[in-house]
């Protein structure tokens, strides 16, 4: 079995990447050991304090964007990084060359009851002479990823990643804190019965969604001609780490219950990471009506609309939009 770091070694043609990769897996691990702790280091719930988007903070949202900004700050290859739990970007290392844009712990409603969380991340290249202190350096589109990844926090810890050559994954040995490489190249299958979208928001979605979740919800009988099935876990790794595994569609769409906000999910650290993971599968991410990717960010903690998994099934997803 091959470690994450041998790896990354012939995987990965830039060695600055491989740092920023390998030094983050070890605020990962931290993470883990505090997870699985639980109560009995008493990191379960709230921290009392909301952060820039007006979100009550867990106690391990705060302690996992403490770790992992203390660990990505000592690695020489970061400039810069941005952090849902951040307000601002926090500039590093002035001779870095790259920015690391995370959310320390997605999901987090679901800490307290003792189901899946995850850290997502993406890896940008900074221009060079950029600020690392101001947003602007950090508004590229999802095009110009260099890497981008999850760690899953469930009854196995695992890495998935990609660095622009197919999607692999590694699983976490506890008994020696090495990351092993457990699936090369993962596809997602074009087709899928299964879709997930938090129902409760069904009517303040836009009526091209509503018509495609009804025909969804008419199974053979409608004219999508299939039974599909429904998921939610309210954790947005977990939602594409079955998708990567078995195929599927996971939307989280525009909505209007606050116009200030298009979606819930954030661009620049939820939703391009992981569209680059399922575009690098085979699979699609659009907001509906152009690609997650293409989107020019104009804010670190943008809100975008997401539809992504399944090539097929988005395809079809965007047809009701066009
Ligand atoms: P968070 O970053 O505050 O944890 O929010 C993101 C999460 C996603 O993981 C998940 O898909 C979604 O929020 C769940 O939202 P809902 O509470 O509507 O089920
Ligand atoms: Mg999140």
Known sequence: MQRLRTFLDHHCDNEAVTDIIDG???ACKDITHQLHLGSLAGILGSAEQENVQGECQKKLD????DLIKDTLANIDAVKGIASEEEDEPVACNANGDYLVLFDPLDGSSNI???VTVGTIFSILKAAPGSDAASQQAYLQAGTEQVAAGYVLYGPSTLLVLTVGKGVFSFTLDPRDGEFFLQRENIQIPAQTQEFAINMSNQRFWLPQMQNYVGDLLQGEEGPLGKRYNMRWIASMVAEIHRILTRG???MYPY???DPSKPGKLRL???GNPMSMLVEQAGGKASTAFENIMSVQPEGIHQRVSVVMGSADEVATAEKYHA
């Open 24 to 26: 983050l897996m070890v």
């Open 62 to 65: 705060v302690i996992s964007n």
């Open 112 to 114: 307290d009851v003792n």
């Open 248 to 250: 599927g569609i996971f």
């Open 255 to 257: 909505d209007n219950r």
């Open 268 to 270: 620049m650290y939820e």
